[in-house]
RNA sequence: GGCGGGGUAGCUCAGUUGGUUAGAGCGCGGGACUCAUAAGCCCGAGGUCAGUGGUUCGAUCCCACUUCCCGCUACCA
């Protein structure tokens, strides 16, 4: 059996610069990646920029540049966050590089060569930011503005020549497919809301825009571009090498396991995507996961209220790991979650400075002290064994991380971390001074646990794990989810390093 | 207006296919220990499980109604 797994962000919308929602999902779609890949997986992780679209053809043009060199400059920043965040991605896709560009339009004329899209006349409202055309019932007046009800952004009347996606004809079948792959929308709350839009039936889509210039042309008719979604929702295909169908990327990944994005393109994904691929005759993804928004306190972020908190300042005081640490375990996912400095000070003293990083520095210590820095001899009983086995069901964990029980997983893991916390108390080693077996072989267990806890902890905090391991002389490729399973990995007489303190905790008057 | 989700300890949340004392973490109070980042461990305080009514031997969990919050969606305009 291949055990490929494909797992993708949204692609971002380089019009601003990155944001704590596009770290989000980025550290949501790194920590399964990485995941997948400690368990035997081939992954391949996307991530990328959305550049297409009249929002950035009118944010260069204010900036007085040409829009391919805006959007060098900004997907630059994006493309650095994947560093800063220490993503895992196998590719970081942008939809003005030539291989997309081919993808389009050959997905286009696929399209077109099936008989799903059409032109006609095209006139209504169009909200620039949103990128999307509304009714005149959706809109209303304000201070002489024309704007979207439900976005409140302001609209403009366009009424020009376009190509129509025939989305109406695929109602039946895309209710079909839900039904038939009931995992396909997550969560179910979701499910919900997608296949209720869809039986209240669909109209067909406008897919091309003739009155600007920035985007991807039509095939055969150079005064169109491809609508924005129709774009940028084949960047998953375009990394795989589509259209060459026959590649070995495009065989081993496609169709994508998991997209992961936020609630508010969930549409986009669970709708039309799904719609333009079975008109296409190619598979749809296996699963898309529309997260909710991490807000700042129990408020929107937003520039007026001053409450925005930058991913990358929030690393710099705070670090990495942490921020990763607190987003997977304090957001329950599939819900709006919220972040605030005070949160995070909370969650690193007590979980990762005072239960995870302290329980690394007494037991290494302790055997640094007592057993020379060696791994000790060893020879269970029951109360080993029992601990160092509740660790040890790896279907359990697979589970979780297939139905994305992140909450669940990360649950799991810190009830380890008090039970190992409390062993170690429990059994008292240094008491155990001329029990020298004993001493040694408690030493042992809670090295065991350590190792393990940190083997699930690898794909939330990859940078600390690895100082962990380091001391172990483990090294990335040796970490793995089925070695769980095993109670006695370290071998006698190997040598312990010193671990320097893996958290400092933060003092506040 | 319709559909869906939700209201459980000071805070964040879990849970119960209905069954003696409703759980966790954080925060708070106390205790014993000392390997450790004065960390960890133990004990405790704190909840009419939104409200009312119903089904039942028994409801936080099922049903009805009420109320509040959230999401999707519609209509009026």
């Known amino acids: 059996m291949a055990k490929n797994y494909y797992i993708t962000t949204p692609i971002y919308y380089p019009s601003a610069k990155p944001h704590m929602g ?31 679209g009249l929002k950035i053809q009118r944010s260069a043009e204010k900036n007085n540049k040409d829009p391919k060199v805006f959007c060098d400059e900004i997907s630059k920043t994006f493309k650095d966050l994947t560093k800063i965040l220490n993503l895992s991605n196998t590719d970081f896709i942008r939809t003005t590089e030539e291989r997309h560009i081919t993808s389009v339009q050959n997905l286009w004329n696929i399209l077109k060569k099936n008989k799903q899209i059409y032109l006609s006349k095209y006139s209504g409202w169009y909200s620039v930011s949103d990128e999307a055309f509304y009714n005149d019932d959706e809109i209303e007046e304000k201070e002489g503005l024309k704007v979207s009800k439900s976005s409140g952004s302001s609209v403009e009347w366009v009424e020009e020549e376009s190509f129509f996606f025939k989305l109406s004809k695929w109602e039946k079948s895309l209710l079909e497919f839900y039904e038939n792959n009931k995992d396909f929308i997550r969560p179910k709350s979701r499910r919900n809301e997608v296949i209720s839009f869809v039986k209240r039936g669909l109209k067909d889509l406008s897919v091309s825009r003739k009155s600007f210039s920035w985007g991807i042309k039509v095939p055969n008719d150079d005064n169109h571009v491809v609508y924005v979604w129709l774009d940028a929702l084949t960047n998953y295909l375009s990394s795989l090498n589509y259209p060459d169908e026959n590649n070995k990327l495009y065989k081993s990944f496609w169709p994508a396991d998991l997209h992961i994005i936020g609630k508010d393109i969930l549409r986009f994904h669970a709708v039309y995507w799904p719609a333009f691929l079975l008109a296409a005759n190619i598979t749809p993804p296996k699963k898309v996961y529309g997260h909710g928004w991490i807000l700042s306190g129990d408020e929107k972020m937003s520039k007026s209220k001053g409450n925005i908190l930058d991913p990358i300042e929030i690393i710099k005081v705070y670090g990495l790991d942490p921020l990763r640490y607190y987003l997977l375990k304090e957001v329950s996912f599939g ?24 329980l690394c520095q007494r037991v290494i210590s302790f055997a640094e002290k007592n057993c020379s820095s060696l791994i000790p001899d060893h020879s269970f009983n029951d109360d080993d064994l029992k601990i160092l086995n509740s660790l040890s069901n790896v279907d359990k964990i ?5 139905n994305q029980d992140i909450n669940q997983y990360m649950n799991f893991i810190i009830d380890r971390l008090f039970a190992s916390n409390k062993y170690f108390n429990d059994q008292e080693p240094w008491k155990r001074k001329n029990d020298k077996l004993r001493l040694s072989t408690i030493v042992y267990t809670a090295l065991e646990l350590i190792r393990k806890i940190s083997i699930l902890l690898y794909p939330v905090m990859p940078q600390t794990i690895l100082k962990v391991f380091r001391a172990f002389n483990i090294d990335e490729k040796q970490i793995n989810i089925s070695s769980l399973k095993n109670n006695d990995f370290f071998k006698e007489k190997d040598k312990i390093n010193k671990l320097d303190i893996l958290f400092k905790k933060i003092e506040n008057d």
């Open 22 to 52: 596009h770290a989000y999902s980025s550290i949501v779609a790194d920590f399964f990646a990485r995941f997948k890949s400690i368990d035997g997986f081939k992954v391949y992780f996307l991530t990328g920029t959305d550049e297409h």
């Open 335 to 358: 819900n709006d979650g919220s972040i605030s400095e005070t949160k995070l000070e909370s969650c690193i003293n007590s979980d990762l400075a005072n239960n995870f990083g302290n």
């Open 398 to 402: 697979r589970t979780m991380i297939d």
